[in-house]
């Protein structure tokens, strides 16, 4: 069965060759219409069937562990890794119709999954109490804990329940990974990058927490991290992924990566900004985290070098007492703020974002790819950035690069 770009509404039951992304008595549009929405109606399907395996393995396991885990890939997110693989897939002459397309949904969605083990994890060892303005799945173990009365201290029970969460989560995606890759003969999943792109976020995560350990540490350190950690697995392993899946020439997928190494680059230094700046009701996150954590972001590293540079002796005394504070409060996160904005270090942070998505954009145009989804890729690459099309010196489209 082929799969129009219209939105359809389907009853059940549906048989074996139903579009994955057309759920019973939902109306749910094509992945290229809605790629989003495509993933998570694909998610929802498939998650519903690993929950009912659970209760049939047991209940308070499916009840404690497994819905809420299913619950918190559902809950929230903008699918980001899920659209650069898709658009990836498109773009390098994937197709959109059955059978070609279920096999590239499939293994877009499972990125989501990998991104709830990376979140649920982060949580636990970042100590953030809340995410997407809930609690985090740590503490909602511990408040079980707390509210039955259960022995020990609620507070490991829930790092406890988290990590095993995690590993759900991890155990889900590399399922459904696999479900892609053998439905289409797939290459291998080393050949795709799917081997080399967890090794990188561990090997980032890592090396993130270790630069937090020793506190030493420099804008280039942080842009390393930041590569690994998230450049690699949230744009440009995705958009090499679907360019294999679609037997894309090396040409192409190089490029892709170009491409998508400068965009997670440009999104990670996005959200430094945001961990700063940013409004708790657009981040989820409370105002000023990252640095009541001391965490070694570009940004923080940038304004320490930067102050330090030009003698700025009452930038670098705020920057000291602030940095790292367990306690920061709103004037103190205020005085920081003025601090990094007084040395330079947001409009420098600002301005390599920008130059980032230019050269984002330029390997784009390089690639060779379709011309309509290669513009969907600029779009989601400025969407992710939130860089304005149009702004001064930042392409809008393949036709300005």
Same mark, same amino acid.
């Given at each position: 069965?082929?799969?129009?770009?219209?939105?359809?509404?389907?009853?059940?039951?549906?048989?074996?060759?139903?579009?994955?992304?057309?759920?019973?008595?939902?109306?749910?549009?094509?992945?290229?219409?809605?790629?989003?929405?495509?993933?998570?109606?694909?998610?929802?399907?498939?998650?519903?069937?690993?929950?009912?395996?659970?209760?049939?393995?047991?209940?308070?396991?499916?009840?404690?562990?497994?819905?809420?885990?299913?619950?918190?890939?559902?809950?929230?997110?903008?699918?980001?890794?899920?659209?650069?693989?898709?658009?990836?897939?498109?773009? @390098?002459?994937?197709?959109? =119709?059955? !059978?070609?397309?279920? $096999? #590239?949904?499939? &293994?877009? *969605? /499972?990125?989501?999954?990998?991104?709830?083990?990376?979140?649920?994890?982060?949580?636990?060892?970042?100590?953030?109490?809340?995410?997407?303005?809930?609690?985090?799945?740590?503490?909602?173990?511990?408040?079980?804990?707390?509210?039955?009365?259960?022995?020990?201290?609620?507070?490991?029970?829930?790092?406890?329940?988290?990590?095993?969460?995690?590993?759900?989560?991890?155990?889900?995606?590399?399922?459904?990974?696999?479900?892609?890759?053998?439905?289409?003969?797939?290459?291998?999943?080393?050949?795709?990058?799917?081997?080399?792109?967890?090794?990188?976020?561990?090997?980032?995560?890592?090396?993130?927490?270790?630069?937090?350990?020793?506190?030493?540490?420099?804008?280039?350190?942080?842009?390393?991290?930041?590569?690994?950690?998230? @450049?690699?697995?949230?744009? =440009?392993? !995705?958009?090499?992924? $679907? #360019?294999?899946? &679609?037997? *894309? /020439?090396?040409?192409?997928?190089?490029?892709?990566?170009?491409?998508?190494?400068?965009?997670?680059?440009?999104?990670?230094?996005?959200?430094?900004?945001?961990?700063?700046?940013?409004?708790?009701?657009?981040?989820?996150?409370?105002?000023?985290?990252?640095?009541?954590?001391?965490?070694?972001?570009?940004?923080?590293?940038?304004?320490?070098?930067?102050?330090?540079?030009?003698?700025?002796?009452?930038?670098?005394?705020?920057?000291?007492?602030?940095?790292?504070?367990?306690?920061?409060?709103?004037?103190?996160?205020?005085?920081?703020?003025?601090?990094?904005?007084?040395?330079?270090?947001?409009?420098?942070?600002?301005?390599?974002?920008?130059?980032?998505?230019?050269?984002?954009?330029?390997?784009?145009?390089?690639?060779?790819?379709?011309?309509?989804?290669?513009?969907?890729?600029?779009?989601?690459?400025?969407?992710?950035?939130?860089?304005?099309?149009?702004?001064?010196?930042?392409?809008?489209?393949?036709?300005?690069?």
């Amino acid at each position: 069965m082929t799969l129009s770009s219209e939105t359809e509404d389907r009853t059940c039951p549906v048989s074996p060759q139903t579009p994955l992304w057309s759920r019973c008595g939902t109306q749910t549009p094509h992945p290229d219409v809605d790629t989003p929405g495509a993933v998570e109606a694909l998610l929802a399907s498939w998650l519903e069937d690993r929950v009912v395996e659970a209760a049939s393995l047991d209940e308070v396991f499916c009840d404690e562990v497994a819905r809420p885990v299913a619950d918190f890939v559902l809950r929230g997110g903008k699918r980001l890794r899920a659209s650069f693989l898709w658009w990836g897939w498109r773009a @390098a002459g994937g197709s959109g =119709r059955e !059978p070609e397309a279920s $096999g #590239a949904l499939k &293994a877009a *969605a /499972s990125l989501e999954l990998l991104q709830a083990l990376a979140l649920i994890h982060d949580d636990v060892m970042d100590r953030s109490e809340t995410r997407r303005g809930r609690p985090a799945l740590h503490m909602d173990f511990a408040a079980r804990h707390r509210g039955v009365g259960m022995n020990g201290s609620p507070e490991a029970f829930g790092t406890s329940g988290a990590v095993l969460a995690g590993d759900l989560a991890l155990m889900w995606a590399e399922d459904l990974f696999a479900e892609a890759t053998r439905e289409r003969a797939a290459p291998r999943g080393e050949d795709l990058g799917w081997r080399a792109m967890r090794a990188e976020m561990v090997a980032g995560q890592y090396l993130d927490l270790r630069t937090q350990a020793v506190g030493a540490f420099s804008p280039e350190s942080a842009l390393r991290v930041a590569a690994l950690k998230t @450049a690699a697995y949230t744009v =440009r392993r !995705p958009l090499g992924m $679907g #360019a294999a899946l &679609a037997g *894309a /020439s090396p040409h192409t997928r190089r490029c892709l990566e170009a491409a998508g190494h400068s965009a997670g680059l440009a999104f990670q230094l996005r959200d430094d900004l945001d961990g700063v700046f940013g409004d708790p009701a657009a981040t989820g996150k409370p105002a000023g985290e990252d640095v009541r954590e001391g965490k070694a972001t570009h940004l923080a590293a940038l304004a320490w070098q930067r102050a330090e540079a030009c003698e700025d002796h009452q930038a670098l005394e705020v920057m000291r007492r602030v940095f790292a504070d367990s306690h920061l409060g709103a004037e103190a996160l205020e005085e920081y703020r003025h601090a990094l904005v007084r040395v330079g270090a947001r409009d420098a942070v600002t301005e390599r974002i920008e130059a980032l998505v230019r050269h984002a954009t330029t390997e784009l145009a390089r690639a060779r790819l379709d011309s309509d989804a290669e513009q969907r890729l600029v779009d989601l690459v400025h969407a992710a950035t939130r860089v304005v099309p149009g702004a001064p010196g930042v392409a809008t489209d393949r036709r300005s690069t």
